[in-house]
């Protein structure tokens, strides 16, 4: 009887030192790695209106998310469907993950660390594509003229064929 209870009283203590020992010990939290080219996607942080060559207005805001380790573009072209592009780092590069109107998902990866006025992207791989030959955005670069303009030159591919964007983009007071 004796050795029961004391069964019972060390189970006792043992559940109730599991809660003390989980709060004792400080939680990682883990943060974004600085990158100059990441800093760049950053600073976007806003609203932008941009004119293609073809003179069609698109529209895109920037939002800093997910305590600072993801970029959210939200995108849409007058007379076309919204898209969004998700940056983050990897590593001392960034990668997008582009949710396109052609509903396929192509990741892109920054070609050098980028810490210039550029950032070119290019393809690394994508989902909801059943063969490389399928259209998809293949590269976008970024050029930063200053704090308030910047150029888009998104490159889509379809079976071998580049075909060029070009998005001269002011930022919305």
Same mark, same amino acid.
């Given at each position: 009887?004796? /050795?029961?209870?004391?069964?019972?009283?060390?189970?006792? !203590? !043992?559940?109730?030192?599991?809660? &003390?020992?989980?709060?004792?010990?400080?939680?990682?939290?883990?943060?974004?790695? +600085?990158?100059? &080219?990441?800093?760049?996607?950053? +600073?976007? @942080?806003?609203?932008?209106?941009?004119?293609? #060559?073809?003179?069609?207005?698109?529209? !895109?805001?920037?939002?800093? @998310? @997910?305590? #600072? @380790?993801? *970029?959210?573009?939200?995108?849409? /072209?007058?007379?076309?469907?919204?898209?969004?592009?998700?940056?983050?780092?990897? #590593?001392? =590069? *960034?990668?997008?993950?582009?949710?396109?109107?052609? !509903?396929?998902?192509?990741?892109?990866?920054?070609?050098? &660390? #980028?810490?210039?006025? =550029?950032?070119?992207?290019?393809? *690394?791989?994508?989902?909801?594509?059943?063969?490389?030959?399928? +259209?998809?955005?293949?590269? *976008?670069?970024?050029?930063? &003229?200053?704090?308030?303009?910047?150029?888009?030159?998104?490159?889509?591919?379809?079976?071998?064929?580049?075909?060029?964007?070009?998005?001269?983009?002011?930022?919305?007071?």
């Amino acid at each position: 009887m004796r /050795t029961r209870s004391m069964l019972c009283l060390l189970a006792a !203590a !043992a559940l109730l030192a599991v809660p &003390a020992l989980a709060g004792s010990a400080p939680a990682a939290s883990p943060t974004a790695a +600085a990158s100059p &080219a990441f800093d760049h996607l950053k +600073a976007l @942080s806003g609203t932008w209106t941009g004119k293609a #060559g073809d003179g069609k207005t698109t529209r !895109a805001t920037y939002e800093v @998310s @997910s305590g #600072g @380790s993801a *970029v959210v573009e939200k995108f849409q /072209t007058d007379g076309e469907p919204p898209m969004v592009t998700v940056y983050y780092p990897d #590593g001392s =590069q *960034v990668m997008l993950t582009h949710y396109c109107t052609l !509903a396929n998902q192509p990741r892109l990866r920054t070609t050098q &660390a #980028g810490s210039g006025n =550029q950032l070119e992207f290019d393809f *690394v791989d994508a989902t909801n594509m059943k063969s490389p030959a399928d +259209a998809h955005m293949d590269k *976008v670069r970024f050029t930063f &003229a200053d704090t308030d303009h910047f150029v888009q030159e998104w490159t889509m591919k379809h079976d071998g064929k580049e075909m060029p964007l070009v998005i001269h983009f002011e930022r919305t007071k």
